[in-house]
């Protein structure tokens, strides 16, 4: 009896999410098979790739990502720089200034910021908030705000948390028409509630993307990989329209901030370059992440953004 | 055709003798049908009962020993997902060694060997490969003496080679060496030479492995093999392209698994660095695609510190246990240079929490002792609610391990999403100062460069 090949196409799919304008934008999702499984039928929408930057600044003391922004005077600067870092699909850029404990920058400094940027670059934008709560709620609805105004910029908004998705989530999709993330911690419940919580307010799920969680390998990536991996099992096996959203990972900032990463090899001269044990961990942990299930994943370094982009190429 | 729990229990004795390392017959008929234990762990079924149940009752995937002594085995798994239950065998590494870059790898691969959460993580075996057009000697000389230098390390040894004489050659220096453990693997079968490679290895008592033009040809080659007898295999996915190695590697595990076709029933074996020679990041990228997706064996060009320390990582994540947390072992744990005179901190024993902690307590660069005391593996808030970390668990902690006359100083910093616990703490530990420390372990780093004791 000669080998067969069972395809399992499910009969629903990942929901279609697009951001970006003209032809420039990029869509994410619309699968109907499990993560990659192109032998099973075709993957219209590849993983995608966003690089991220800091309103403060690139990852200091690694000389690849030194190099790269080498010249680059200010935050606008850089985020051209990245628009074209090869590989790179969108750019996130990352509002950490605001944050009441990291320099608590004015709202309008930063959404004058996220305008110039916006001007500055052609590729489709992500905007992150500063990972506090009560100031997101506020900055976020502005930024919303500023990338409809004029020609409208269809970005997406990380993240609306259980404790202001109202403000966010109104603001980016009902209000300014934007794309809104909705940011649970590895949790399949946790994470269908919040989408069901949003979806209350009368924002489509088709407007909306999933942060399911992050970790660096080896920091109990394992909650990581079961949760996308039953989140899109849930999404296409049993049809659950309140988990078919894509799924968005970050992934610098979880790789870029733990001991294998930040160790100088002063202190750990048997491990070996600092760099390539900080590149290695963002590349291990991406393509866990896209073997897992998620449809785009956050990355900083341009080698690891080459090497995920050729590596998406190679299995589409 | 699946057989259920009671099909199988009616054919046992029902004495309950536990010969088998299960409570009740009925547990190990349920058991078995689960495909988590294999029926040759009782010892009293009649010829009958085996010839009835034999074939249906075989796991969905073999398990295949290389070492028993030293605890290395391939496949043997019973689901897709780790979330379905726990995954059996974790993924193996194999860097790939010539005769001309020998001393060089060997030395490489020797570096990467240290502890993790009491897992060793080192490089298991040593891939060796026979290239015909290659050979300098024509007669196989120059790879034997390859074997000769390979057997002596402590390693399992991947034979990849498809001519008959030549592996034989190879098979008995390994035989002689090494004796019966760890097994070889020799992988070399094909369409055309399995018949003679399957006696070498039956012969050798070896691991055979598999491979095909395509998935096809494979599957038609490990239908012979098992004809023949041969259930000792495992399947190389081949490296035309690494889309058809993802591929392959997928669809061997879902045809066992999902669709019960034991033909594909095998680990697998991936060599990333022909995927991607030369290029040490996609290798990184490919094994850890492959640790999530079904890989057995991965073989790699070279396995440096910097790969090591994610790969290993991943895989001790994927292949844990979802129902047994991690844990790190109690005791006491000087950082950034920390003598009997620096502050002492406390938590508790989960390893995500320990790294996670550890982490920013080094970022701190504040020297301090951390205490790990026992608390179930949980996380705070868990081993608080269940009694697991509390006054007494600490104070015996500090008596047990002689903490009092190992340190001098006498402050101590406790979780602050136990801060609750401070009053009680400070009674059942007279002589202590008691410090809250942050909740959120990112805020320890400024809390703790702040401090002034």
């Not at chain 1, 032998?39 to 929408?45: G, N, R, S, T």
């Not at chain 1, 400094?109 to 996220?114: G, T, W």
């Not at chain 2, 057997?151 to 034989?168: F, G, K, M, Q, T």
Request: net charge negative.
């Amino acid at each position: 009896m000669a080998y067969k090949n069972e395809a399992q196409v499910f009969p629903s799919s990942i929901n279609t999410l697009t951001i970006g304008i003209g032809d420039k934008a990029i869509a994410f999702g619309g699968e109907n098979v499990l993560p990659l499984y192109t032998f099973d039928a075709p993957i219209e929408h590849r993983p995608k790739i966003g690089v991220a930057i800091s309103d403060m600044g690139y990852i200091k003391g690694v000389p690849g990502i030194e190099k790269f922004y080498a010249g680059a005077e200010n935050v606008i600067e850089m985020a051209k720089l990245a628009a074209n870092m090869p590989g790179a699909d969108f750019l996130v850029l990352c509002l950490d200034s605001a944050n009441p404990n990291n320099g608590d920058k004015s709202i309008e400094e930063c959404v004058d910021l996220v305008k110039k940027v916006l001007e500055a670059v052609d590729i489709p934008v992500a905007v992150e908030g500063c990972k506090n709560i009560e100031k997101d709620s506020r900055l976020l609805e502005k930024v919303a705000e500023a990338a409809q105004e004029g020609s409208d910029k269809n970005i997406l908004i990380l993240s609306a948390h259980e404790e202001n998705y109202k403000a966010v989530a109104t603001a980016a999709a009902l209000a300014y028409g934007q794309n809104v993330t909705a940011e649970s911690a590895v949790d399949i419940n946790l994470a269908k509630q919040l989408n069901v919580l949003i979806n209350v307010l009368g924002i489509s799920p088709e407007k909306m993307m999933m942060n399911l969680g992050s970790a660096a390998a080896g920091y109990g990536f394992e909650y990581i990989a079961s949760t996308i991996e039953r989140v899109k099992m849930a999404a296409l096996a049993q049809d659950d329209a309140m988990l078919k959203m894509p799924i968005i990972t970050p992934v610098s900032s979880e790789t870029w901030a733990v001991k294998e990463s930040l160790a100088s090899q002063e202190d750990y001269p048997e491990w070996g370059s600092a760099e390539a044990r900080g590149v290695n961990m963002e590349v291990s942990t991406a393509a866990a992440c896209l073997a897992a299930g998620s449809n785009a994943v956050i990355l900083a370094h341009p080698d690891s953004v080459k090497t995920i982009s050729e590596l998406i190429d190679n299995l589409m | 055709m699946a057989l259920k729990g009671l099909d199988i229990f009616k054919l046992t004795p029902k004495t309950n003798c536990k010969d088998c390392g299960s409570a009740t017959c009925m547990a190990f008929s349920m058991k078995v049908a689960q495909g988590a234990v294999e029926l040759s762990k009782c010892p009293h079924l009649s010829e009958e009962a085996l010839a009835a149940l034999g074939d249906a009752t075989a796991p969905p995937m073999a398990k295949i020993a290389l070492c028993t002594t030293c605890n290395m085995a391939l496949g043997g798994e019973t689901v897709l997902f780790r979330h379905e239950k726990t995954f059996v065998s974790k993924n193996l590494y194999a860097v790939s060694v010539c005769a001309d870059c020998f001393d060089e790898k060997i030395t490489e691969i020797k570096k990467i060997d240290y502890d993790r959460l009491g897992e060793r993580m080192y490089v298991e075996l040593l891939n060796l490969r026979y290239d015909r057009h290659e050979d300098k000697s024509a007669d196989g000389k120059s790879y034997i003496e390859l074997v000769k230098r390979s057997v002596d390390h402590n390693r399992a040894i991947i034979l990849e080679c498809d001519d008959p004489s030549v592996a034989r050659a190879a098979l008995e220096v390994c035989a002689q060496s090494q004796g019966t453990e760890p097994k070889a693997i020799l992988n070399g079968a094909n369409a055309e030479n399995y018949d003679a490679m399957s006696k070498l290895a039956t012969e050798f008592d070896a691991v055979l492995g598999v491979s095909g033009k395509n998935l096809n040809e494979l599957y038609d080659t490990v239908s012979a093999l098992e004809k023949l007898g041969n259930k000792n295999l495992v399947l190389d996915v081949g490296c035309v392209s690494v889309k058809d190695a993802f591929a392959g590697a997928v669809q061997i595990r879902r045809a066992a698994l999902k669709d019960k076709n034991r033909t594909f029933g095998y680990p697998t074996l991936v060599n990333v660095g022909k995927l991607a020679p030369d290029n040490e990041y996609m290798q990184t990228a490919l094994a850890s695609v492959f640790t999530l997706k079904y890989g057995s064996i991965i073989v790699m060009e070279n396995m440096t510190y910097p790969q090591a320390l994610p790969l290993y990582g991943l895989r001790q994540n994927i292949f844990t246990d979802p129902q047994k947390p991690m844990k790190v072992e109690p005791g006491i744990y000087p950082l950034n240079g920390a003598d009997e005179n620096s502050i002492c901190v406390t938590t508790v024993d989960f390893a995500l929490t320990y790294f996670v902690v550890t982490g920013e307590l080094e970022r701190s660069g504040v020297p301090m002792n951390l205490l790990i005391s026992d608390a179930g593996g949980f996380s705070v808030l868990t081993a608080w609610a269940a009694g697991k970390l509390s006054a007494s668990s600490l104070a015996k902690f500090i008596k047990e391990h002689d903490v009092e006359s190992k340190i001098k100083n006498r402050t101590l910093f406790i979780p602050g999403k136990v801060a609750v616990l401070k009053g009680e703490i400070e009674e059942a530990l007279p002589g202590w100062t008691i410090i809250v420390a942050p909740g959120e372990a990112i805020e320890s780093v400024k809390f703790f460069k702040e401090l002034k004791v």
